[in-house]
């Protein structure tokens, strides 16, 4: 079976900075994967066509079945409120997806800590202290009825900001034991190993970096899991023709 979880960057090549919705069907194909957690994911925004991304990577997939958790409703960088779930249909919006090829028992939605007010921040780029409003973060859990058995997955993406991200962190461990085991938890963490793991109690499935992708030197893409039956075939980061980072690709199988 394999898994994967890719921070698509909305679709958007790094070197021409254009969204190609081809490029993005391609890239799912080449991930080929039974499971796929994405992050940066659009809906109805005029940047990436108006396209709705997470129905286009399921029949990319060929998902039989598919997910998109909205973090917030409008444009990141412009005007947007966080996300309730209970938006029309048509707003546009940005989140996180789920999709599997496997049937799914059972969807969640978990809605997880937010610094409340505007801070300010030394950011690498552009290289100075800015004015932060930290968008809202949220957690996708599915329980997939899998050929390794009945199995809860999550997907994330947790805050940019040292130690905020830990709090969601712990936050999200402590929901995800109310979900059945085995778990697996994928997602762009925007945290480096091994602190990822001994905070959630899980163990990495990869170790690998995936970010930037032109040249690899950290890794904020993780895939973890509390099972201490999978086995992992390979493990592999391909260079895609969209977004500033790597997917995260694993092979699982039990002995």
Not at 34 to 41: F, H, I, M, R, Y
Request: net charge neutral.
């Amino acid at each position: 079976m394999r898994i994967a979880t890719f921070n698509i960057l909305h679709g958007r090549s790094v070197h021409d900075g254009a969204v190609e919705l081809d490029r993005l069907e391609e890239s799912v194909r080449r991930i080929d994967a039974d499971v796929l957690a994405l992050q940066e994911v659009d809906c109805d925004q005029p940047r990436s066509a108006m396209a709705d991304l997470t129905a286009l990577a399921a029949e990319a997939m060929g998902a039989v079945t598919h997910r998109f958790v909205a973090a917030i409703a409008g444009t990141p960088g412009a005007t947007w409120m966080a996300a309730t779930g209970r938006e029309q249909p048509g707003t546009a919006a940005y989140g996180i997806a789920l999709l599997s090829r496997y049937p799914v028992r059972s969807w969640q939605v978990l809605r997880l800590p937010r610094i409340p007010t505007t801070f300010p921040m030394y950011l690498r780029e552009p290289g100075k202290v800015v004015m932060v409003n930290e968008e809202p973060r949220a957690a996708v859990v599915a329980q997939l009825d899998t050929p390794l058995g009945l199995m809860t997955v999550a997907n994330t993406h947790l805050s940019f900001v040292p130690g905020w991200n830990r709090v969601q962190l712990r936050h999200l461990a402590r929901d995800l034991r109310g979900f059945g085991p085995p778990r697996v938890l994928m997602g762009d963490l925007n945290m480096t190993p091994p602190r990822t793991g001994r905070w959630l109690g899980m163990r990495a499935l990869c170790a690998a970096p995936t970010f930037p992708a032109d040249d690899p030197q950290r890794q904020l893409d993780h895939i973890l899991t509390d099972d201490p039956t999978l086995t992992v075939a390979e493990c592999h980061t391909p260079r895609l023709p969209v977004s500033d980072h790597r997917p995260l690709v694993v092979d699982v199988s039990r002995p």
